[in-house]
């Protein structure tokens, strides 16, 4: 004999009432307004368009069971009312009204004996929450090697950065980072190739394919920094455009860059971001020509908060990535002298204190989340461009380096892709 066995209940009369895992389900969506159920059974109950009765068997024995659900959370709209039928609902006559009124509720009964009838095993509801995307992938791209290229390389869902592929899109640097959009996408944007900042934009598909420029996508400008917010868009926001601005350009969960917002915190470049909780996010540190230690929360609308200050030593140059699910990790960078500080950032969007030796010192790196829960910090300068990588555990340890993961180069984006 193969399958699941499940444990059921010997009733007075000698048959056998099913348990939770022995119930049957009903797969016809109940939307009417009165229902008739009956005993080791369970029924998805629709009341988006009208509240709905629904009649228990008017006869039960020790051990009938039956399991309600509210299918589009909507009994808190349009609430569910029990009607048990002659036989008695947690001791009380028939003649009680019994309303079940809560979104996302569930309602497990069970028949006991005629003092007591029917009673709730659990009428527990199940929070709405978003559910942040579960990308497992990344992509490398763009930079500078001494000249500014469109190089990209693809991360797997194991770590391991691939080899070089060239030609996609405009060769910039100084910005095109990366962000994941619509849970297994992503898109580079902005920088500068050199002869000035640029405003152009390249999204890539859930199979890493990037590709090829959009332009006027906002106010042209190099040294912002991007991130995920609200499960499944992006923000752009700071940067040089000429002068440090607050300019913020937040990017929906098909793609399009919206035009500029102003007005978020102090205007600066170089500066990291990074999605931590479930659907927020956080920009700091960066460069007024002054090294900042200032940081901002970005709510799941996509508004950047006030200045926050003291989050650690004051750098730019930095990167920052989304890891263990619902934090991040802030790396690298410069104080004058380039660093391997680190510092982590718990689910509530607090930043630790500095914590060093997470490899070579660095700056203007780039940072991937993959395998769902993990991420890498990659490439940069120390003296001279490197291609080294590091990988960062779920709970933010970062190891030591890896060299040899592509062309050496710094000023590149990253962005996370594929579920």
């Given at each position: 004999?193969?399958?699941?066995?499940?444990?059921?209940?010997?009733?007075?009369?000698?048959?056998?009432?099913?348990?939770?895992?022995?119930?049957?389900?009903?797969?016809?969506?109940?939307?009417?307004?009165?229902?008739?159920?009956?005993?080791?059974?369970?029924?998805?109950?629709?009341t988006?368009?009208?509240?709905?009765?629904?009649?228990?068997?008017?006869?039960?024995?020790?051990?009938?069971?039956?399991v309600?659900?509210?299918?589009?959370?909507?009994?808190?709209?349009?609430?569910?009312?029990?009607?048990?039928?002659?036989?008695?609902?947690?001791?009380?006559?028939?003649?009680?009204?019994?309303?079940?009124?809560?979104?996302?509720?569930?309602?497990?009964?069970?028949?006991?004996?005629?003092?007591?009838?029917?009673?709730?095993?659990?009428?527990?509801?199940?929070?709405?929450?978003?559910?942040?995307?579960?990308?497992?992938?990344?992509?490398?791209?763009?930079?500078?090697?001494?000249?500014?290229?469109?190089?990209?390389?693809?991360?797997?869902?194991?770590?391991?950065?691939?080899?070089?592929?060239?030609?996609?899109?405009?060769?910039r640097?100084?910005?095109?980072?990366?962000?994941?959009?619509?849970?297994?996408?992503?898109?580079?944007?902005?920088g500068?190739?050199?002869?000035?900042?640029l405003?152009?934009?390249?999204?890539?598909?859930?199979?890493?394919?990037?590709?090829?420029?959009?332009?006027?996508?906002?106010?042209?400008?190099?040294?912002?920094?991007?991130?995920?917010?609200?499960?499944?868009?992006?923000?752009?926001?700071?940067?040089?455009?000429?002068?440090?601005?607050?300019?913020?350009?937040l990017?929906?969960?098909?793609?399009?860059?919206?035009?500029?917002?102003?007005?978020?915190?102090?205007?600066?470049q170089?500066?990291?971001?990074?999605?931590?909780?479930?659907?927020?996010?956080?920009?700091?540190?960066?460069?007024?020509g002054?090294?900042?230690?200032?940081?901002?929360?970005?709510?799941?609308?996509?508004?950047?908060?006030?200045?926050?200050?003291?989050?650690?030593?004051?750098?730019?140059?930095?990167?920052?990535?989304?890891?263990?699910?619902?934090?991040?990790?802030?790396?690298?960078?410069?104080?004058?002298?380039?660093?391997?500080?680190?510092?982590?950032?718990n689910?509530?969007?607090?930043?630790?204190?500095?914590?060093?030796?997470?490899?070579?010192?660095?700056?203007?790196?780039?940072?991937?989340?993959?395998?769902?829960?993990?991420?890498?910090?990659?490439?940069?300068?120390?003296?001279?461009?490197?291609?080294?990588?590091?990988?960062?555990?779920?709970?933010?340890?970062?190891?030591?380096?890896?060299?040899?993961?592509?062309?050496?180069?710094?000023?590149?984006?990253?962005?996370?892709?594929?579920?």
């Amino acid at each position: 004999m193969s399958g699941i066995v499940t444990s059921n209940v010997a009733r007075a009369s000698g048959t056998i009432a099913a348990t939770p895992g022995g119930l049957s389900w009903d797969t016809a969506v109940v939307t009417g307004a009165t229902v008739t159920v009956e005993a080791a059974n369970g029924y998805y109950i629709n009341t988006t368009s009208n509240a709905c009765t629904v009649t228990l068997p008017s006869s039960a024995e020790a051990g009938d069971q039956i399991v309600l659900v509210d299918y589009a959370r909507t009994w808190a709209t349009n609430n569910v009312t029990i009607d048990s039928n002659g036989l008695t609902f947690q001791g009380n006559a028939d003649t009680y009204t019994v309303d079940y009124d809560t979104a996302g509720q569930s309602l497990n009964i069970v028949y006991a004996d005629s003092t007591q009838g029917w009673l709730p095993i659990s009428d527990d509801a199940v929070a709405d929450v978003p559910v942040t995307p579960i990308v497992n992938k990344g992509i490398f791209a763009y930079g500078y090697t001494g000249s500014y290229v469109s190089t990209s390389n693809l991360l797997s869902n194991i770590g391991v950065i691939a080899a070089d592929v060239t030609g996609v899109g405009t060769a910039r640097g100084y910005g095109a980072l990366g962000a994941n959009y619509g849970g297994d996408k992503g898109i580079f944007a902005f920088g500068t190739n050199g002869d000035g900042v640029l405003g152009m934009s390249n999204l890539v598909s859930n199979l890493g394919v990037v590709a090829s420029d959009v332009s006027a996508v906002g106010t042209a400008r190099s040294g912002l920094a991007a991130t995920t917010y609200g499960t499944d868009k992006a923000i752009y926001a700071y940067g040089d455009a000429g002068g440090y601005v607050t300019t913020r350009n937040l990017v929906s969960n098909s793609g399009v860059v919206a035009s500029d917002a102003s007005g978020a915190g102090t205007a600066r470049q170089q500066m990291g971001a990074a999605g931590y909780g479930t659907d927020l996010a956080v920009y700091a540190y960066g460069s007024t020509g002054a090294y900042l230690n200032v940081k901002n929360l970005v709510n799941n609308s996509g508004v950047i908060a006030a200045d926050v200050t003291g989050v650690g030593t004051a750098r730019n140059g930095i990167r920052a990535v989304r890891y263990g699910g619902d934090k991040a990790i802030f790396a690298y960078g410069s104080t004058g002298s380039i660093v391997s500080l680190k510092n982590l950032v718990n689910s509530s969007g607090v930043i630790a204190s500095d914590a060093t030796g997470v490899g070579t010192a660095r700056t203007s790196l780039s940072a991937c989340r993959y395998g769902e829960d993990k991420a890498v910090f990659a490439y940069g300068f120390t003296s001279s461009v490197v291609s080294l990588k590091n990988l960062v555990s779920n709970s933010g340890v970062v190891a030591a380096d890896v060299s040899g993961v592509g062309t050496a180069r710094q000023q590149l984006g990253a962005s996370e892709y594929g579920y």
